[in-house]
């Protein structure tokens, strides 16, 4: 949020001056304020109305606990007192806000201006007493609208219009692996014309929130670089989340989050809308004692609650028989991953000695029917087993199950799974 905008230029006889500011008295005071500054410009005027060599270029003041964005404009003429006009928009910022999409402002604000300055002499013919005309309309106008709308189209003159538009700074998104899952937050489809990036198009139906992103290469036919890079981008903009892998030998808890769960009734009808599965009533594969089952915000919380490490989902729905029949089990857990009031807990398998990672008990390695089996096999495996590589990471990339897994690992010696 912009705190204050103000126009300052250099005065031959009072050095750098603020001639206009929104609001009034935020920059210099008045004789009659009562109020302090956000700010004490006399400490940083030489900064934002600097000398010839520092104009044209971004500058960043800290004035604790504000930042002062300015982009000065130094314009060379005899036709001015010391044949210099050195002015400059600036905006004031918290300290803690990103300057990212801000920088652009102040830089449009210094080209438009010096345009208009130098084929009108639009600033320098100003004799508007401080605070009041065009300008100080202008600034005013820029503030609330940038505030309030995030852009803003002023007109100037019957030549020129100012338009800015404040384009929101997200953060990089974290690194992508193969055994992440997508799962639209949007509807992708709606999204796309014919300007998509091809690989995008060719994605788009896989992303389910089943298929992980290694799977959505393969079955769209892709390169895997390629979609990874299309996801990061939906990624970045908030257009999709990722999940792990679900499958129902996982194991979930509840975070430190669920007392979120427990204050919010709206997160609590979200998840029941959610989880439940639609038409409960006319199915006829669902039990009668699960008909008569009541799925509210305080049932979702104990089922929720009732997730610990070292139990499955397969084990857990054995103990909720009554209420898996008319829920989704994996958009149950996948509302509660996607609301962060339960994680995952992962299976890691490390080497306990040097060369538990290559002894085995099986053969020599041996092709039969295209496929290796054996010492060449088991390399592949071994450099897995350092701890740091997860089930799901390891599953997606040899291409195996959790069960054909762990029946490899047991070819093993000295190698422990732990989770966490």
Request: hydrophobic residues 40%.
């Amino acid at each position: 949020m912009i705190r204050a905008i103000f126009y300052s230029r250099f005065d031959i006889h009072e050095g750098p001056q603020v001639i206009h500011q929104v609001p009034i008295d935020s920059i210099t005071p008045s004789t009659l304020s009562t109020s302090d500054p956000l700010i004490h410009f006399p400490s940083i005027s030489s900064t934002i109305i600097p000398r010839q060599d520092f104009c044209s270029l971004p500058l960043t003041v800290l004035s604790y606990p504000y930042r002062v964005l300015s982009h000065p404009v130094c314009l060379v003429s005899p036709l001015y007192p010391r044949n210099e006009f050195i002015f400059s928009f600036s905006l004031l910022l918290y300290h803690r806000t990103s300057i990212t999409g801000y920088t652009s402002v102040v830089g449009k604000l210094a080209t438009l201006f010096k345009h208009l300055e130098e084929n009108t002499h639009f600033l320098s013919n100003d004799t508007s007493s401080p605070n009041t005309g065009k300008l100080y309309a202008l600034c005013e106008i820029l503030l609330e609208d940038l505030n309030n709308y995030c852009e803003a189209m002023i007109p100037i003159d019957k030549s020129n219009t100012l338009n800015i538009k404040l384009f929101p700074a997200y953060p990089p998104p974290s690194p992508l692996a193969p055994h992440h899952v997508p799962l639209a937050t949007v509807r992708l489809s709606a999204l796309t014309d014919s300007k998509w990036d091809p690989t995008m198009v060719r994605i788009l139906p896989f992303i389910d929130g089943v298929s992980s992103i290694r799977g959505i290469a393969r079955l769209a036919d892709a390169d895997y670089k390629m979609v990874r890079e299309a996801i990061a981008h939906l990624v970045y903009y908030g257009c999709v989340v990722l999940l792990d892998v679900f499958n129902f030998n996982a194991s979930y808890a509840p975070s430190s989050e669920i007392g979120l769960f427990v204050e919010d009734p709206e997160m609590q009808e979200e998840g029941r809308r959610y989880a439940l599965l639609a038409d409960t009533q006319q199915c006829a594969t669902i039990r009668p004692e699960a008909r008569q089952a009541q799925i509210d915000g305080a049932r979702l919380l104990e089922l929720y609650s009732s997730l610990k490490q070292g139990q499955s989902i397969k084990a857990w729905c054995m103990e909720h028989a009554d209420i898996v029949d008319i829920i989704d089990v994996r958009r149950f857990i996948t509302f509660g991953v996607i609301k962060g009031i339960v994680y995952r807990i992962h299976k890691y398998v490390t080497a306990t000695s040097r060369s538990a990672g290559l002894s085995s008990t099986s053969g020599p390695g041996t092709v039969v029917g295209g496929k290796v089996f054996g010492d060449d096999r088991r390399v592949e495996l071994a450099r897995f087993l350092d701890g740091t590589h997860c089930f799901d990471e390891i599953c997606t990339e040899l291409m195996l199950s959790e069960k054909e897994l762990l029946r490899r690992l047991k070819d093993f010696n000295d190698v422990q799974i732990i989770q966490k």
